[in-house]
């Protein structure tokens, strides 16, 4: 059991600065990757960034160059730093956390981020 909640969202002005972050509880030491989605009104839930149990990250085309995901040792937090905002950014962003030994996602309730042009 994981248990994840998000923090961190807000209104913002294009071109500004959000850092989300993810507080995560539970059995966190089995999970192996931990990630960050967003889903936009009427659109399909995407993949933003992850991060590896050995550290490896990953950042979808949308948010290369602007985004950043980031964990503390413990793995009970995770961050997303996003940079340069654009309206299209907005969405909810939802935490997620990935074991695949048992092949199973946990996920927070989401936080809002809304970007104004």
């Known amino acids: 059991q994981v248990q994840l909640a998000e923090s961190g969202g807000g209104l913002v002005q294009a071109g500004g600065s959000l850092r989300l972050s993810c507080a995560a509880s539970?059995?966190?030491?089995?999970?192996?990757?931990f990630a960050w989605y967003r889903q936009a009104p009427g659109k399909a839930r995407e993949l933003v960034a992850y991060i590896t149990c050995s550290g490896f990250t990953s950042h979808e085309e949308s948010a290369k160059g602007r985004f950043s995901i980031s964990r503390n040792a413990d793995k009970n937090t995770i961050w997303l730093q996003m940079n340069s905002l654009k309206p299209e950014d907005t969405a909810v962003y939802y935490c997620?956390?990935?074991?695949?030994?048992?092949?199973?996602?946990?996920w927070g309730q989401g936080t809002q981020v809304t970007v104004s042009s």
């Open positions: 997620n956390a990935f074991t695949y030994a048992r092949q199973r996602d946990y």
């Open positions: 539970g059995n966190i030491g089995s999970m192996d990757r």
